[in-house]
């Protein structure tokens, strides 16, 4: 008996051995779950190549509006005032003095010689030596510090901008609804010269990161870079949210290549210009680019997979960006094209312009009529880069334009507009119901599962709303989505803004 129960045990465990080692399986009854995770992977495969193609688009068109302060705007201004002195000579007192973009023009202007002149009051080498003085990590704070200052003076600025481009501007049979033209503008140059002080700061420490002796300080502000990717890929993300985070990452990337040139500069007048530091500079340089082009292909990768979003969505933010371009370009356009970028990315030229012509002016001594001629060579330089990269930028955003069919929006009234007086008729379409449905009040139904999570998408956000108010069939009020036209950096978008 012994031995049979030690030979069926055997036996037993010598089938499920030869089981372990020989069954199979088919990966094919599951073959949608697999074609899915192969397509995962390819798109973490095409992220880098979309992405860059994006960023490099978008390092374009801000280099674009980067230029147009130091290139075509002195000379718009130029013809401003001209135009504002010959019409009342010319006995032409029936017609405008100046147009609305060139009232616009001449305010630009006069902000930036404001603030530069209360720049010259700034002492760079005192800033510098005050910052080297405090210990690693009270910097690596501050610089943090300055980073959501940054976010924060950019949000804001644009729109003490607009308000007092539109102030300037608004007709005057309209009813006067704000405090005067002169308060709006010096309320202009209070922002634009303190976020050039924000932004000197930022270079001041990142000079001094760079000529610390043991790079501690570079490394740490490195490390921040990586801290990102921990705060965003395990977010819920839409995309439009995702658009949102792609317009800052262009408009840090620009920014800190600014920053960059800013570092070098100051650097080389330090060693008296000799091209032999340039190469010292250079592997701290190209770490920083690289850090930071690594950290965005991370992230975007990251998050395109955890919110199982396709990476064609690049080429529709591309396309959404080249629509700005072209559409400043037509007749009925309603903003300049530098200001639509720095409401699209956050990016505002006009306090980055005003530091590095600080920056260069005190770098750079021009002494003799030989080095006034340096001067305008590569100010003519300026504007045929300026003007070349425009027509480029403008063939290839039509480009993309008419292969994502947007041709036909190019006529239609400002997407704002649009959703404006949408809302405002579903409004008024939900009160006149209410109105009517006063008389016999309803209990709401509530669903528990419907409340479990906050609703991302309008169509739940209006299902609920009609549970609660009754309304059935076509008599809801549709509220319409927000296209990708509509969003800038700063609107709210679902359940977060990065």
Known sequence: MIVFIITKTYLSLLRFITTELTRGYFLEHNEAKYTERRERVYTCLRIPKELEKLMIFGFFLCLDAFLYVFTLLPLRVILAL????????????????????????????????????????????????????????????????????????SSFGQDILDALYWTATEPKEKKRAHIGVIPHFFMAVLYVFLHAILIMIQATTLNVAFNSHNKSLLTIMMSNNFVEIKGSVFKKFEKNNLFQMSNSDIKERFTNYILLLIVCLRNM????????????????????????????????????????????????????????????????????????????????????????????????????????????LFYLGMITLKVLNSIVLLGTSCVFVKAANMEEKLSDPPPSAVSSRANSRAHRFKHNHQTENVSTPTVPKSESDTFLTTPDDEDDVSKIINTDTGLEGDMRPKTPKKDLLEIDRFTICGNRIN
């Open 82 to 153: 001209l135009r504002l002195v010959t019409v009342p000579c010319c006995g032409l007192s029936g017609s405008r003095l100046l147009q609305p973009a060139q009232v616009c023009d001449v305010l630009k202007g006069f902000i930036m010689v404001l603030c530069y002149s209360m720049m010259s009051y700034v002492d760079y080498a005192m800033m510098y030596h005050l910052i080297r003085g405090q210990s690693v990590i009270k910097l690596y704070i501050i610089y943090n510090m300055l980073e959501v200052a940054d976010r924060l003076f």
């Open 269 to 376: 007048e330090q060693f008296s210009w000799n091209p032999d530091h340039l190469w010292v500079l250079f592997p701290d340089v190209f770490m920083v680019i690289a850090s930071e082009s690594a950290v965005d292909v991370v992230k975007h990768a990251f998050i395109t997979k955890f919110n199982d979003i396709s990476a064609d969505v690049y080429g529709e933010y591309r396309a959404s960006l080249a629509f700005d371009l072209v559409s400043s370009r037509q007749k009925n356009a309603y903003t300049d094209y530098s200001d639509s970028v720095s409401r699209r990315m956050g990016f505002i030229p006009l306090p980055l312009a005003l530091l590095l012509i600080r920056v260069v002016t005190s770098s750079v001594k021009i002494q003799g009529s030989l080095s006034f001629m340096c001067v305008l």
